[in-house]
């Protein structure tokens, strides 16, 4: 079994919405190992994201993901890192492939409803991140 992070973000949380996602997942043969629906800081963002602090949308993309309550899950099942990049869909909703999570969801590149992790390196320390052992 693989798991993965998944966080369901502010926009999705202010809209109502983690149930609905929450069902995309277990509909989809994930189980949810454990969840949490918390508050993060704009420094824990700013740690969260570490990996893009080069990039143009760092700032913008910590203040977006601490603007607000969010839903962090541990998912597990066979392939769920590639499983689950597939079940969200491209950043970018209105590229993304109908019945996707951000096609059905997501408002804009940076307010695309979901974020998770993009490989196994990456999934052990997102999920370090937020569950500590």
Known sequence: MERTLSIIKPDAVERDLIQKIKDEFLNNSFKIVNERKIHITKQEAEKFYKVHETKPFYSDLCDYLS????????????N???????????????EAEEGTIRKKYGISIDKNSVHGSDSLDNAKIEINFFFKD
């Open 67 to 78: 603007s607000g309550p969010i839903v962090v899950m541990i998912l597990e099942k066979e």
């Open 80 to 94: 769920a890192i590639l499983d689950n990049r597939k079940l969200m869909g491209a950043t970018n909703p209105t």
